[in-house]
Each structure stands twice: as C-alpha cells, then as structure tokens.
C-alpha cells in the first residue's frame, strides 16, 4: 500500500503561515492529509484558517498534537535550523521543501542526523505522496497520482509529476512517489527508498528517476543488482547538460565520469534496470516490466 | 560563482597562505608602470574565469616595462580562447603582472565538497601543475585525501599527515601544515564550493607558495557573503545568463537552435535530452522555476525571443505550483513587444492546462499544441526540416 505516510500519519508544517506554506498545506488539507500543528515562532496560541493551531516551537507542537511528520517551508537561510529543530523533537520523517539551502549547511546537518532516528526527505524537493492513504505531504499536484503497487523515487520535482503522469494514464496507480531532492548532500538517498519498497508487501514495482551529478545512481545500481527483487525501471536525465555547468539543481553539475548521464545507464542497465528510451516512456516501460 | 585569479590570491592572503608580489592593470600603461615599479621582470597573466590560459597564450614571462606593455596591450581587450571557454572565448579586460618565482617543486591542494562522503575533503598531490582530472585518470594513487568532519572541522593531526604524505621537506612540514589549515578555514568562512591552489610551489629559496588559485562559491551561500558578492564579474558570464539570473530564472545557454522553456530542472533536463533525441539541439537549459509567476514566465520568454541562435522553440510546462494558464499569458504578452518569426511548440499539462491552451489557440501566435514529448519532439524535428 505504502511506505513512510499514511492514515496514521499527523503533519506538523513548520513556515504554515508563510505564503508558500499556507497555499500549499490548504492543498494537502484538501487531498485527505490530517494537518494536527503548524509552527511559526512568534505566532504560537494562534489558529490558521480557524482550524490547525500555531505553535512557536516544535516542541510544543509535538508535545500537543502528538504530530510524527514535519513538513518544512521555511526560507533557505533559516531552512537548516528548522530541520535541526524537528530532529532534536524527535519527529521521525521530515520532509524539507525549501530550495537553495547553503551546502555547508547540508553538511552540518547530515552530521548531526548521522545517529538520530529521524528521516530526512530532501531538501529541495516535492516531498511524498500515498494515494491510496489519501496522504500527500509535499507540493506535487494530487489529482495527476492514482492509487496502486508502483513505488517512485526521483530527484526531481516536475519530471516526477510526468512519470506519475504517465503511470496513472497507462492504469498504473502508486503505492507511494517521494522525491528526494536535487541537492548534492540531502537527507534520504534511492538506496534508503529502494530498501522500504523492497519490504513493502504492497508495491511489485519501482520507477526510480536520476539525473546528472554526483553517483547516487550507480549506488542504488549496486544495491538493486545485489538486493533488489521487484522490477525497476530508470532513467537518467541530462545527456545533453555540459560538464561544468550548473542545471538548475545544484546537484546536477557534470564533475568526472561518473557524474555523467550515460555512466549512470551504464550501471543501472548492468544491474537489470529497465532502462526507459526516452524521458516520454517512461509510463509504457513500466507496463512492459509489469507483464 | 567564480573570481579571477587576483580575486582569488587577494583572499589567500588574508588568510596568511604566501601568494606572488603583484599588481593588476586594465591598460598598458597600468601595466608598464607596475612592472617598471616590480624592476621588469614580469608574468603576465590574463584574468578570465577558465583555465587553460598558459596554452591559450593567455600567460607571458617578459624581461621589461615595454614589453609588459606591449603583451598587456595584446592582451586586453580581446576575447582569450581556451579548451575551457567554448569557440566564442572570454573577455580579458584586466591582467595580473606577478613577480616570477623561481620553482623547485609543484604540488596540487584543494578543499571541495565530497557529496558522495556528505563533507569537505582536502585533496593533495605530488603531482602538482597539471589539472588534477589529469592525474586522477592517469595515477589516481598520487592523489591524498582527508575528509574533515564539519563538526570538529579540519584537525591539525590531518594536515600534518597531508604534508608528511607529500613528502615534503622536514622544515616545511609545520608551514605547509598551517596553509592546510588555513585554507580550509579560507573554504569554511567563506562558503566556498572549490578553494584550489594548482600549484602550489616550493620556491628555489625553500619557501611554499600559492602560483596559482581557484576560487569558487556556493551561489546559495552568497546572501551572507556580501564581499564575496562584490566580486562578482558580470563581464565573464553570458549576457543572457546575467539577464535570467536577475529575475530568478535558472538559464544556461547551450550550442544548438533549439529554445526551450520548461518548470523545473529535471524536466527542463529532459526535455533537452527528447529535443537531441530528435536530431536537433537544445540552445538552452531554461528552468523557470516552480512557482513562477506571468511576468517571470514572460521574461524567460523574451530570454528565447533575442537569442539570434534559436530558430525555433519548446515550451514544456507541467502545471503545479505554476499554472498552465499564467505560463500562457507570460508567453502572450512576451509575445506582444516583439515580432515572433520562428515556429513555436507548446506541451501544457496538469493544473489549468485547457485554459492555457485556450489562451494560446486565441492569441493568434500560431503556436503548435502537442500532447506529449514524443510528439513535441516529433514537432520540433518536423519545424527543422520546415526551415
């Protein structure tokens, strides 16, 4: 059915009352999420939209509305903080949206994440999604995803909305879709995903979506060929990007072989990936491994 | 972001790392007057933001303030071509005149960000002066590395074992130890994505020395950094990629005829890899972010209108946080001011994408609705073979 969210699932959204917070938690209130909390400091003891309390700290917000996923919207300069402050809470899943955090502040936390219980998503990324718990946490559109056994995982935001896309024209529902962000150092990586889907009685499958930059790919090549036993179909993108370059995400910059679009279909194809021909099949590549 | 070589070696020796006595001119004159002060005997170094520059001819040695001027002269003001800078090169518009040194030893050193490692590394090699891809392909076990835990930061046992690993000279072990570390605080202060000194020299008097740096910054770190902002040097970047950036877009201008516009990198990425799919190419990567607003959509339009380049263009919007029907307007009124003379594709889907549609079908701009990308790559060949 899914991993990570559900109906058990109860959303703390740090930055509600901002303007890109409030717009989106409305949509994740609307496609079935159970907001419990949002947390703005200097706006506790207030209601947002007359319905979800505000709180000044996690703290609080955990300790009164039991909440166990944070979503954060908050600026880049303070976003590093912010997912310190719901680690140090105790919340298990955080899922941070905010592009443009400084690396080094990545750096920081990745450490300090290093042995404590809770799971980044992100940053700079949708977040998640279970359609058949009616639970999105994240600003992917809802109404393109369709319940079902198809997990995907990808490092970006939009190309993710036209896999899903694709899968749900074809009759091909999701068990769950998380996108794990473009940065160079994020929290959770394919390989952390790879392994919840593999235990996951309810997906059979997986898309899994890479890009140029970094070897994130070729090690969930290495774990799919040596662990992984449900179908996978991949693709790569930025075949056209030139070495050097910034493209858009700041993970997707060309340094090495390695990094490169063609190296990662290599290592995925040689661990029995589905390789979709173009970024348009990605959908009917999935029916083919589904038989 | 990038700086210039004497951008660079200015912030090395704040922080203590011995650089080349120098100075910078942007004439000839400047540049006859300063080598004539440093007693004539000069290196003349073009400042562009690529490497490459010694084979490019973009480096002189020279024996007098005449000749200084004369290679300045040669020098400024011309665009410098070299294996780094695509055919069109980079504008010289000032040049480093540096004191020569008189080389014993070269050595590589440099702090990046290790994203498989998740922190910075220190790398050191012997086998300084040649790029380090180079050496990485040829004789990757010349190559030490030292990851620093961000946390307690780089410790002084780590550079120690950098410097006794390169097989330095006893004397120089502590000095060189010290540069380590302060390079790396040079890296962590100021939020540097590269700090590089290639080589790094031991001089003919036995003395280590920075000949050359690179110095480059975590473009989402620059908000805090306001000197390292002032740095920045427009000169070096595309005319169309300083333009974008003014208004939140992210655009990198590419080499074939193709103008693409798309929300989101990994989209915008694959909808370049259909478009060569297609026997054509990309003449840009164009993501216009997630939540664009009309006029950012408009701007990035009007980015594509006045590049010569592209002779025919995709839109690719899948409609989110950006709604398919506020993409159409941006285009329509990017539209308006100028005269459209090339054919244009446009995929719309996901939130609002019938009104879009609907926006785009009235604005008589003759645009061309497709589905999907296969049929916007089918669209874009087919307009190729049109023109």
Known sequence: MSILVNENTRLMVQGLTGREGSFHSLRCIEYGTNLVAGVTPGRGDTMWEEKVPVFNTVKQAVSETEANVALIFVPAAFAADAILESTDAGIPLIACITEGIPVMDMVRVAKYLEDKPTRLIGPNCPGLISPGSSCKIGIMPGNIHAPGRVGVISRSGTLTYEAVNQLTALGIGQSTCVGIGGDPIGGTSFVDMLKLFQEDPETDAVVLIGEIGGTKEQEAAD??????TKPVVGLVVGTTAPPGRRMGHAGAIITGSAAKADEKVKALRAAGVHVAPSPAEIGITMKQALG | MKVHEYQAKAI??????PVPNA??????????QIAQDMGGT???????HAGGRGMAGGVKSVGSPQEAEAVAKGLLGQRLVTHQTGPEGAPVNRVLLEEPAQIA??????VIIDSGARCPVIMASEAGGVEIEEVAATAPEKILRSNVDPVIGLQPFQCRNLAYGLNLPADLI?????LIANLYKLFENNDCSLAEINPLAITADGQLMALDAKLNFDDDALPRHAQIQELRDADQEDPLEVEASK???????LDGDVGCMVNGAGLAMATMDSISMSDAMPANFLDVGGGATEEQVAQAFRLLLSDSQVKRILVNVFGGILRCDVAARGIVAACEETEVRVPIVVRMLGTNADEGKDILNKSDLGVTLVNDLNEAATMIKRSASAS
């Not at chain 1, 774990?223 to 992984?228: E, G, K, L, T, V």
């Not at chain 2, 030893?105 to 440099?110: F, I, N, R, T, V």
């Open chain 2, 42 to 48: 000069v290196v003349v170094k073009a400042q562009i």
């Open chain 2, 105 to 110: 030893k070269e050595y590589y050193l440099a």
């Open chain 2, 23 to 32: 100075g910078v001119a942007s004439t000839p004159e400047e540049a006859r």
């Open chain 1, 223 to 228: 774990y799919i060929r040596d662990h992984f």
């Open chain 2, 247 to 253: 208004f939140g877009i992210s655009y990198v201008k």
């Open chain 2, 12 to 17: 090395l020796s704040e922080y203590g790392i």
């Open chain 2, 174 to 178: 502590r000095p060189a130890s010290t």
